[in-house]
């Protein structure tokens, strides 16, 4: 049996031991994660350990981190926050929304709409 077929018997509640937020604020899915270089440590849980591994050699968002282990958001958000605040990653969340223009709001989607459109 693979680890990825294993982790769908455990319930996703026990990966976060029971916690629906980390204790950092509320990690939005756009939101980029990248390990700390040169940081060494031992992994809290091997959830932990695979987000480390794929942090650390590249940057990716929660939601693409969330995809590359099959594990729900939620559980990823927890375990992401868990990790940043123990300083084994940092997370870029972009400017704060709520001090953006609605300028700025209608560019971003206005982009996304081009991007779409592209496709």
Not at 37 to 46: I, N, W
Not at 67 to 89: E, Q, T
Request: charged share 15%.
């Amino acid at each position: 049996m693979e680890y990825d077929e294993e982790a769908r018997l455990v319930r996703p509640y026990t990966l976060t031991r029971g916690r629906t937020r980390s204790g950092s604020a509320h990690l939005p899915l756009e939101a980029l994660v990248r390990g700390v270089p040169g940081v060494t440590a031992t992994p809290a849980s091997p959830e932990h350990g695979r987000i480390l591994a794929l942090v650390s050699a590249q940057i990716l968002s929660v939601v693409e981190v969330s995809a590359h282990l099959s594990l729900p958001l939620g559980v990823v958000r927890v375990l992401i926050g868990d990790l940043a605040g123990d300083g084994l990653v940092i997370v870029h969340t972009g400017s704060n929304p709520a001090t953006q223009t609605p300028q700025a709001h209608l560019k971003v989607l206005e982009s996304v709409l081009d991007g779409i459109s592209a496709l």
